[in-house]
Nanobody, 127 residues
Framework: HVQLVESGGGSVQAGGSLRLSCTGS????????MGWFRQAPGKEREGVAG???????KYADSVKGRFTISQDNAKGTLYLQMNSLKPEDTAMYYC??????????????????????WGQGTQVTVS
């Protein structure tokens, strides 16, 4: 497994923006599928965005057009740019990675059981 550390969470007003970052250690992430999940109190964990090793991305319908996932392989960092934030985006956000996920069907990028490595999470609060 790879160790993941998220940063960039915080509190923001509705309509604002945040950029989450995730750095990994222990392996080369360029060959991994990676993604972002979130979980709000009392709700199930939800796949937000995922990206495979070819750079193909998949987004949840709830964030499509507002969030952008990207990665800088040279820095070993995954990003989630979040624009036009809404109160319903409030949640703990988790970075995930997996070396063996088969992303032939992109929806698999948003399924939590497909990821072996999880970060500790960073809180995003939108008011």
């Amino acid at each position: 497994h790879v160790q993941l550390v998220e940063s960039g969470g915080g509190s923001v007003q509705a309509g604002g923006s945040l950029r989450l970052s995730c750095t990994g250690s222990g392996d080369t992430l360029s060959s991994y599928c990676m993604g972002w999940f979130r979980q709000a109190p009392g709700k199930e964990r939800e796949g937000v965005a995922g990206i495979d090793s070819d750079g193909l991305a998949k987004y949840a319908d709830s964030v499509k057009g507002r969030f952008t996932i990207s990665q800088d392989n040279a820095k070993g960092t995954l990003y989630l740019q979040m624009n036009s934030l809404k109160p319903e985006d409030t949640a703990m956000y988790y970075c995930v990675a997996d070396a063996s996920l088969d992303s032939a069907l992109l929806f698999r990028l948003l399924v939590p059981i497909n990821y072996a490595s999880w970060g500790q999470g960073t809180q995003v609060t939108v008011s």
